[in-house]
């Protein structure tokens, strides 16, 4: 054995004068790196027996002997990958990563399957002290393959993991922040490649996907945080928003059902509530549906809005004589008109026509509007009487006059404003927008909205 060595350092170690014994190593210098095995192809060979002393040198701190025997294990045989791995440790004692890496790909592309443990351990390290994480996290998750009774790596690996999905994370979510959307697209990606259970990553990418437009994708994500976590209400309502961004009203109400029975959240329930209302407007007369851009109020519209929005105020107190009406049969508001005339809030002229055609003025509405206050007051008594005691002075509309209570009352009350001056403008035609917003309010008022 030992004419063997004299020959292989004879022929491999040309710089050196004569033959230094390797020194006895009771306290290794680098205890963190285990000396590579040797292949039992090797075994034996002038390469194991060069490597074997560069190591007796490397943990004994002499770098620069230990460098000329792993060198001269490799002008033994240039096929000796535990030669390279040694090279690459020695890097990483020197503090230089990014000189140990070539060695240790090196190593790789010579040791079968390219799976060298110790290679693939010192290339973690490298990539480590340079920054890669993902590529550190790769090459230890490769050793713990090849290797898997490495329990202290097993534990170092899934800090890794957790560590590297943090910081894809944070990237992602910087780059929605900042409007990046592709980035962070691609950034959550990744980050749920490494995490695929994770439902709140599901979520965050569905949201920045419907952010850019892309709704088949946002829908697909959330359906899968859903899916992952059925506590999910938040997903649950996006889903339900995309559904009915599309016409799918029988669908997000269903979802928003869900949701709700999950966690109660009030912009759900009025999205809820904003459906069915649509869903009943539907199916009201198109004449109905046109009142809101109506440039002009008729009494006919007046009569269906009131008793379509107000129709718990119009119970009790019937008129006998509402039946009597001569000119509403064909009318598409006819049910309406009969509810209000019944009830009182608008009464027949006395010939026992209604006249639906006939424009609404303000002072109309007032009277209307009086008439439905009183009925608020009979159902809510104290509600309305602050209101009913004012005397309000217009410019146009003397206190003499019959509508000048009900016109009072409903200024009194923020129902209706007055004009430039102060003046009231009786005379004024009143819009569908302005209707409705009276109608709503006395709604309010009565507790109905």
Same mark, same amino acid.
């Given at each position: 054995? !030992?004419?063997?060595?004299?020959?292989?350092?004879?022929?491999?170690?040309?710089?050196?004068?004569?033959?230094?014994?390797?020194?006895?190593?009771?306290?290794?210098?680098?205890?963190?790196?285990?000396?590579?095995?040797?292949?039992?192809?090797?075994?034996?060979?002038?390469?194991?027996?060069?490597?074997?002393?560069?190591?007796?040198?490397?943990?004994? +701190?002499?770098?620069?002997?230990?460098?000329?025997?792993?060198?001269?294990?490799?002008?033994?045989?240039?096929?000796?990958?535990? $030669?390279?791995?040694?090279?690459?440790?020695?890097?990483?004692?020197?503090?230089?990563?990014?000189?140990?890496?070539?060695?240790?790909?090196?190593?790789?592309?010579?040791?079968?399957?390219?799976?060298?443990?110790?290679?693939?351990?010192?290339?973690?390290?490298?990539?480590?002290?340079? +920054?890669?994480?993902?590529? $550190?996290?790769?090459?230890?998750?490769?050793?713990?393959?090849?290797?898997?009774?490495?329990?202290?790596?097993?534990?170092?690996?899934?800090?890794?993991?957790?560590? =590297?999905?943090?910081?894809?994370?944070?990237?992602?979510?910087?780059?929605?922040?900042?409007?990046?959307?592709?980035?962070?697209?691609?950034?959550?990606?990744?980050?749920?490649? #490494?995490?695929?259970?994770?439902?709140?990553?599901?979520?965050?990418?569905?949201?920045?996907?419907?952010?850019?437009?892309?709704?088949?994708?946002?829908?697909?994500?959330?359906?899968?945080?859903?899916?992952?976590?059925?506590?999910?209400?938040?997903?649950?309502?996006?889903?339900?928003?995309?559904?009915?961004?599309?016409?799918?009203?029988?669908?997000?109400?269903?979802?928003?059902?869900?949701?709700?029975?999950?966690?109660?959240?009030?912009?759900?329930?009025? &999205?809820?509530?904003?459906?069915?209302? !649509?869903?009943?407007?539907?199916?009201?007369?198109?004449?109905?549906?046109?009142?809101?851009?109506?440039?002009?109020?008729? &009494?006919?519209?007046?009569?269906?809005?009131?008793?379509?929005?107000?129709?718990?105020?119009?119970?009790?107190?019937?008129?006998?004589?509402?039946?009597?009406?001569?000119?509403?049969?064909?009318?598409?508001?006819?049910?309406?008109?009969?509810?209000? #005339?019944?009830?009182?809030?608008?009464?027949?002229?006395?010939?026992?026509?209604?006249?639906?055609?006939?424009?609404?003025?303000?002072?109309?509405?007032?009277?209307?509007? +009086?008439?439905?206050?009183?009925?608020?007051? #009979?159902? =809510?008594?104290?509600?309305?009487?602050?209101?009913?005691?004012?005397?309000?002075?217009?410019?146009?509309?003397?206190?003499?006059?019959?509508?000048?209570?009900? $016109?009072?009352?409903?200024?009194? $009350?923020?129902?209706?404003?007055?004009?430039?001056?102060?003046?009231? &403008?009786?005379?004024?035609?009143?819009?569908?927008?302005?209707?409705?917003?009276?109608?709503?309010?006395? +709604?309010?008022?009565?507790?109905?909205?």
């Amino acid at each position: 054995m !030992r004419k063997l060595l004299a020959a292989a350092l004879l022929a491999f170690s040309a710089c050196a004068p004569k033959i230094v014994p390797a020194p006895v190593v009771t306290a290794p210098k680098f205890p963190e790196y285990a000396q590579p095995p040797v292949p039992p192809s090797f075994a034996g060979g002038a390469a194991a027996l060069l490597e074997s002393r560069g190591w007796a040198f490397f943990q004994s +701190g002499d770098l620069k002997a230990a460098e000329r025997e792993f060198s001269a294990a490799l002008h033994a045989a240039a096929e000796f990958y535990p $030669a390279e791995t040694s090279l690459g440790y020695l890097e990483l004692a020197r503090k230089d990563p990014k000189a140990a890496l070539p060695h240790f790909d090196r190593a790789l592309e010579l040791s079968p399957q390219h799976a060298d443990v110790p290679a693939l351990l010192g290339r973690g390290e490298s990539l480590l002290a340079v +920054g890669r994480e993902p590529e $550190a996290l790769a090459a230890f998750s490769a050793a713990l393959a090849a290797d898997p009774s490495q329990t202290d790596l097993a534990r170092r690996v899934e800090v890794l993991k957790f560590r =590297n999905a943090e910081q894809g994370i944070a990237r992602a979510r910087d780059a929605a922040r900042a409007g990046r959307l592709d980035e962070a697209v691609q950034a959550y990606t990744v980050a749920i490649a #490494a995490s695929p259970e994770s439902p709140f990553l599901y979520r965050e990418l569905a949201a920045v996907e419907r952010q850019k437009g892309d709704l088949d994708a946002a829908l697909e994500h959330f359906r899968r945080a859903s899916a992952l976590d059925p506590g999910d209400a938040r997903s649950l309502g996006q889903i339900g928003e995309i559904l009915e961004s599309r016409g799918d009203t029988v669908g997000a109400q269903e979802v928003y059902a869900r949701s709700l029975a999950i966690e109660p959240n009030a912009d759900v329930e009025k &999205r809820v509530a904003d459906l069915r209302a !649509r869903a009943e407007l539907a199916r009201l007369p198109a004449e109905y549906r046109a009142i809101d851009d109506a440039p002009q109020l008729t &009494r006919a519209d007046l009569a269906a809005l009131i008793g379509i929005r107000l129709a718990p105020l119009l119970q009790g107190g019937r008129r006998g004589d509402a039946g009597l009406i001569t000119d509403v049969r064909n009318n598409w508001a006819a049910t309406w008109i009969v509810a209000v #005339a019944r009830a009182g809030v608008m009464e027949p002229f006395a010939n026992h026509a209604f006249q639906p055609r006939t424009v609404v003025r303000r002072v109309d509405l007032a009277q209307a509007i +009086g008439r439905l206050l009183a009925r608020v007051e #009979a159902q =809510n008594p104290g509600r309305t009487r602050e209101w009913q005691s004012a005397r309000l002075k217009f410019s146009d509309l003397s206190a003499s006059h019959l509508a000048y209570p009900a $016109a009072s009352m409903a200024v009194a $009350a923020g129902l209706l404003k007055t004009e430039e001056n102060n003046a009231f &403008r009786p005379s004024k035609v009143v819009t569908g927008a302005e209707a409705i917003d009276a109608i709503e309010k006395v +709604g309010a008022l009565a507790g109905l909205r």
